[in-house]
């Protein structure tokens, strides 16, 4: 079945109202929020996204709804994958924490914005050339090793982003301070760019390299751009309110880039089937589709995704917990007061992972 176009035209109205609202919201009163209120959030678009998946099942049937929530349990895992790097953002560039959710909005908009562009790109390419999944299956391969094995070399991928922040700097004039939430301000009647607007930058740098690796592992799983679409919006929506709630959970993710690693090499290889599958390049088979390739069905691919990220949730908040326990932490908190930058260093091996630097200086404005 397709889906009709009514019901994708009114989904998107219906879902970019609700983000518009959101941000509105923050606009009108920044603020931290507290756990009850981030929890309420995060019920909030889970239930959603659930419910958007049951609409899916009664339009257009239970294999485009198990597209539909396997593609945004992928995408919302490696969402959390972000919040690593944006700790390390936050606290690189010491952004007030009243104003850390209109920085996050912000990410958010112009990660849908790149993988907006990225979706109707890929989705252009897969129509026209079905080998391509080779490449998408070598790729996600390639990044599951780097996710699981960290730490090899991406100098240039640091060169390149400390130079698009240090380019910034060098071409505008930027203040030392922040002055709330505002991007321009005045300094002894001289206008000014705060450094609000390096935080956007290196936030905007990272939203690309995720997206570069996302995008390909959806595509693993869907070919349809709405459900793509609809996925990474839907894991991206409650990215801010899961930021505030996960807090220091994050250092306790220490397995989680395994369970994601895993994922992430198990799409390689489905498109790599897939690939063979629907072969057209002559020097493979003589161009002819290889019938013995496995099709991995889409609930096959939700059962391994569900199961890789709870082995690693489980795993690692057991491996945290006999840590602490080691360590005779109590529940009013870490007894060493090194524990409380745990997330940041959490956030730097990801960044390192990923190619996004800890290592751009702050914002100067004689630079």
């Known amino acids: 079945m397709d889906l009709p176009v009514w019901f994708e035209i009114g989904s998107l109205v219906v879902l970019v109202l609700i983000l518009v609202g959101d941000l509105l919201l923050i606009l009108k009163r920044p603020h931290i929020p507290s756990t009850k209120e981030s929890t309420l959030w995060v019920v909030f678009y889970v239930t959603l996204a659930l419910l958007f998946a049951g609409l899916l099942w009664t339009f257009a049937g239970h294999e485009f709804a198990g597209q539909f929530i396997a593609g945004w349990l992928t995408e919302y895992s490696l969402s959390i994958d972000n919040l690593f790097v944006f700790v390390l953002i936050m606290s690189q560039f010491a952004v007030p924490r009243r104003y850390q959710q209109e920085v996050l909005m912000v990410g958010i908009i112009i990660a849908l914005i790149l993988r907006g562009a990225f979706i109707l790109a890929g989705a252009a390419i897969i129509e026209q050339f079905s080998w391509v999944f080779y490449i998408f299956g070598a790729f996600l391969i390639w990044t599951a090793w780097r996710q699981a094995f960290p730490g090899g070399d991406h100098d240039s991928d640091v060169k390149q982003e400390s130079f698009i922040v240090r380019l910034l700097r060098r071409t505008?004039?930027?203040?030392?301070?922040?002055?709330?939430?505002?991007?321009?301000?005045?300094?002894?009647?001289?206008?000014?760019?705060?450094?609000?607007?390096?935080?956007?930058?290196?936030?905007?740098?990272?939203?690309?390299?995720?997206?570069?690796?996302?995008?390909?592992?959806?595509?693993?799983?869907?070919?349809?751009?709405?459900?793509?679409?609809?996925?990474?919006?839907?894991?991206?929506?409650?990215?801010?309110?899961?930021?505030?709630?996960?807090?220091?959970?994050?250092?306790?993710?220490?397995?989680?880039?395994?369970?994601?690693?895993?994922?992430?090499?198990f799409i390689g290889v489905k498109l790599f089937f897939h690939a063979m599958h629907e072969n057209e390049l002559p020097f493979i088979n003589g161009g002819e589709h290889i019938e013995w390739a496995p099709e991995i069905s889409t609930w096959m691919s939700l059962g391994v995704i569900v199961l890789s990220m709870a082995v690693a949730t489980i795993a690692s908040l057991v491996a945290s917990a006999k840590e602490r326990r080691e360590r005779g932490v109590t529940a009013a908190g870490p007894a060493d007061p090194a524990d409380a930058h745990a997330p940041v260093v959490a956030a730097e091996a990801v960044a390192d992972e990923k190619g996004t630097p800890p290592t751009v200086d702050a914002p100067r404005a004689d630079d």
Do not use: C, E, W
């Not at 505008?172 to 001289?190: F, L, M, P």
């Not at 595509?219 to 929506?237: D, E, R, S």
């Open 172 to 265: 505008i004039d930027i203040t030392d301070h922040y002055d709330g939430a505002k991007i321009r301000t005045v300094v002894n009647g001289k206008k000014f760019f705060t450094p609000m607007i390096i935080v956007f930058a290196a936030i905007g740098v990272t939203d690309l390299l995720f997206a570069i690796d996302s995008i390909p592992a959806i595509f693993g799983i869907t070919q349809n751009p709405f459900i793509v679409f609809t996925a990474n919006l839907f894991a991206l929506m409650g990215l801010r309110q899961l930021y505030f709630l996960l807090g220091d959970l994050l250092d306790r993710l220490k397995y989680l880039h395994y369970g994601i690693a895993f994922i992430l090499a």
